[in-house]
T-cell receptor, first 117, second 111 residues
Framework: GAVVSQHPSWVICKSGTSVKIECRSL??????MFWYRQFPKQSLMLMAT?????????EQGVEKDKFLINHASLTLSTLTVTSAHPEDSSFYIC?????????????FGPGTRLTVT | DAKTTQPNSMESNEEEPVHLPCNHS???????IHWYRQLPSQGPEYVIH???SNVNNRMASLAIAEDRKSSTLILHRATLRDAAVYYC????????????FGTGTRLTVIP
């Protein structure tokens, strides 16, 4: 199967600072990647769709100026949490559909646990 | 995307079959039924998907009702490694590839 990696796997930052999370498709190209957020004991919530070479599409209620997404290549999307606050502490997960698979199977990264102190 | 309903939790004994139900009464004719599972502290992983016919793969089987308003994920012999949250998701045949997760079923496997 295809592999999606995330870096870092966990990060602790101070309130008011910014944190960048990387999502890479290691063995396939992805023109689209998705970013999810998951709070403890809850389900995944889709935050935004990252599109290679164009602007990201954000779900309703997600602040685009706070969660900056850049999809600079066919294998890399980044999510930057700007001016992070404790309420942004969460598990951030990215995913990518494999082009040409025909089945729309999505491959998920292992997640990044963000803790804002 | 149409809504799915799953039990919050289920238990199974190790090495016994597990049947995880999912109701999707508002499914449209072109919606695929996808199942993903999420092990603790990991990202979800694809399990299986189908449209109308039952499907089998190395991980599980998917039984789809004739009217497609429900489906059942079948794990033939549960192992401790199958303990996870299982999500049943409907995905439109055309359009965006994004997935909207419901609450899922937390499967506990008892040794």
């Amino acid at each position: 199967g295809a592999v999606v990696s995330q870096h870092p796997s966990w990060v602790i930052c101070k309130s008011g600072t910014s944190v960048k999370i990387e999502c890479r498709s290691l063995d396939f190209q992805a023109t689209t990647m998705f970013w999810y957020r998951q709070f403890p004991k809850q389900s995944l919530m889709l935050m935004a769709t990252s599109n290679e070479g164009s602007k990201a599409t954000y779900e309703q209620g997600v602040e685009k100026d706070k969660f900056l997404i850049n999809h600079a290549s066919l294998t890399l999307s980044t999510l930057t949490v700007t001016s992070a606050h404790p309420e942004d502490s969460s598990f951030y997960i990215c995913s990518a559909p494999k082009i040409g698979s025909g089945s729309y199977e999505q491959y998920f990264g292992p997640g990044t646990r963000l803790t804002v102190t | 995307d149409a809504k799915t309903t799953q039990p919050n939790s289920m238990e199974s004994n190790e090495e016994e079959p597990v049947h995880l139900p999912c109701n999707h009464s508002t499914i449209s004719g072109t919606d695929y039924i996808h199942w993903y599972r999420q092990l603790p502290s990991q990202g979800p992983e694809y399990v299986i998907h189908g449209l109308t016919s039952n499907v089998n793969n190395r991980m599980a089987s998917l039984a789809i009702a004739e009217d497609r308003k429900s489906s059942t994920l079948i794990l033939h012999r549960a192992t401790l490694r199958d303990a996870a949250v299982y999500y049943c998701i409907l995905r439109a045949q055309t359009g965006a590839n994004n997935l909207f997760f419901g609450t899922g079923t937390r499967l506990t496997v008892i040794p």
